[in-house]
């Protein structure tokens, strides 16, 4: 899909951070747009934001993890904008701690979210954009963490491995029926957003107790943070990956010979060297 102006985009996690760049990526480039996320306060103003920029705006407050929340943000932008030609699938949560020490709740959340979210997206979205016979794009935030299996995450990367095995799956089912959409696994690193404070809008029954395994995370994931990438060079990837249907999305360069290496010790029979998110190494 390499034209953007007059269509349609969806933008999940968009209160803020790389759903937020996007957002105004798109609305740069003369999209209307559906936007959603969990709180109110951030999508509006990120609604004030893209409307400046003169496009059709519809703001919906969504939990992704509900099934019936993202079918009614689906009802309302097909309804209301007329059809969907891109879809993201951004929203998303962080969780450190070892998979044996974490509580059951803390892999729920995660997987309600990071995984949930994009089949949610899937199953509300994809078939009505078959359906419509356009050309057609679906981006879904993995994270590098989808790709490389580091320790002291667990509950965030068992997340985002499943994410992006569903992006994967996605895109070949899509390939084998010969449709018009295509897909892309994004795998952000590094990026300056709001995702170390995720926490703060997880639901009450799901909240547990923090261990020293997720305090010393948390401090791991705020200072990866801090020393990210800005959110807009996310979503100038993004536009370039679906203008050139790449289904692989690196904001870093630098995890390329860190995949390679991966697949020789993954070939060979052996276990992968511990990562280093940056691969600066």
């Known amino acids: 899909m390499r034209e953007f102006e007059g269509r349609t985009v969806v933008v999940t996690g968009a209160g803020g951070g790389i759903g937020r760049a996007l957002a105004l990526r798109f609305a740069r480039e003369g999209m209307d747009l559906a936007l959603a996320?969990?709180?109110?306060?951030?999508?509006?103003?990120?609604?004030?934001?893209?409307?400046?920029?003169g496009t059709r705006v519809l703001t919906q407050v969504t939990d992704v993890g509900d099934e019936a929340s993202?079918?009614?943000?689906?009802?309302?932008?097909?309804?209301?904008?007329?059809?969907?030609?891109?879809?993201?699938?951004?929203?998303?949560?962080?969780?450190?701690?070892?998979?044996?020490?974490?509580?059951?709740?803390?892999?729920?959340?995660?997987?309600?979210?990071?995984?949930?979210?994009?089949?949610?997206?899937?199953?509300?979205?994809?078939?009505?954009?078959?359906?419509?016979?356009?050309?057609g794009h679906i981006v879904n935030t993995c994270s590098v963490a989808g790709l490389f299996a580091g320790p002291g995450a667990a509950p965030y990367t068992v997340s985002k491995w499943?994410?992006?095995?569903?992006?994967?799956?996605?895109?070949?089912?899509?390939?084998?029926?010969?449709?018009?959409?295509?897909?892309s696994a994004l795998c952000p690193g590094g990026v300056v957003t709001g995702i170390h404070l995720s926490e703060r809008r997880?639901?009450?029954?799901?909240?547990?107790?923090?261990?020293?395994?997720?305090?010393?995370?948390?401090?791991?994931?705020?200072?990866?943070?801090?020393g990210g990438i800005p959110p807009d060079e996310v979503a100038a990837r993004v536009v370039e990956a679906v203008r050139e249907k790449r289904f692989l999305?690196?904001?870093?360069?630098?995890?390329?010979p860190g995949l390679a290496e991966q697949a020789a010790a993954?070939?060979?029979?052996?276990?992968?060297?511990?990562?280093d998110f940056e691969w600066t190494g």
């Open 249 to 256: 999305v690196l904001t870093h360069p630098a995890y390329e």
């Open 70 to 135: 993202v079918n009614e943000l689906a009802d309302r932008a097909f309804a209301e904008l007329g059809g969907v030609h891109l879809l993201c699938n951004n929203a998303g949560v962080y969780m450190g701690g070892r998979l044996w020490t974490r509580p059951p709740a803390d892999f729920e959340w995660t997987l309600r979210v990071n995984l949930w979210g994009i089949l949610h997206g899937v199953r509300a979205f994809v078939p009505r954009m078959i359906g419509q016979d356009t050309e």
């Open 162 to 183: 499943a994410a992006f095995a569903a992006s994967l799956t996605l895109a070949q089912e899509l390939a084998l029926e010969g449709t018009r959409l295509r897909v």
């Open 37 to 53: 996320d969990v709180d109110e306060d951030s999508l509006e103003a990120t609604g004030r934001k893209t409307r400046e920029h």
């Open 266 to 275: 993954l070939s060979e029979g052996r276990l992968p060297r511990m990562p």
């Open 202 to 226: 997880r639901p009450a029954s799901l909240r547990t107790e923090p261990g020293e395994d997720s305090a010393f995370m948390a401090e791991m994931i705020a200072a990866t943070v801090a």
